[in-house]
């Protein structure tokens, strides 16, 4: 299996908007996109399925985020908009063992190294 890899963060002003990517082995895979503020727990932010049939997202990313993957390029993203001081944190995705989501963080067994996203007022 390819590792999977971050990438897209940086610094945004209050209102602007960012595109992260996640290259790696997708394919057959629930995928999910989390992040962790300094001090704070690691959350999910927003998950979808293998086919693209199903997708969830965090109350305070609805509306603003959007997830989605091509499994023929290998690669998932996360169009986030309208962002926000408090969407400041380091971003990662993660894998989950199989093409159903489950609810648990636990699911999701292979993570990349983050890509670090900071919005500014």
């Known amino acids: 299996q390819v590792p999977l890899v971050e990438s897209g963060g940086g610094s945004v002003q209050v209102g602007g908007s960012l595109r992260l990517s996640c290259a790696g082995t997708?394919?057959?895979?629930?995928m999910g996109w989390f992040r962790q503020a300094p001090g704070k727990e690691r959350e999910r932010v927003a998950s979808?399925?293998?086919?693209?049939?199903?997708?969830s997202y965090a109350d305070s990313v609805k509306g603003r985020f959007t997830i989605s993957r091509d499994n023929a390029k290998n690669t998932l993203y996360l169009q986030m908009n309208n962002l926000k001081p408090e969407d400041t944190a380091m971003y990662y995705c993660?894998?989950?063992?199989?093409?159903?989501?489950?609810?648990?963080?636990?699911?999701?067994?292979?993570w990349g190294q983050g890509t670090q996203v900071t919005v500014s007022s």
């Open positions: 993660a894998a989950g063992a199989s093409w159903s989501c489950q609810s648990s963080q636990k699911s999701f067994v292979d």
């Open positions: 997708i394919s057959g895979r629930c």
């Open positions: 979808i399925n293998t086919g693209s049939t199903w997708t």
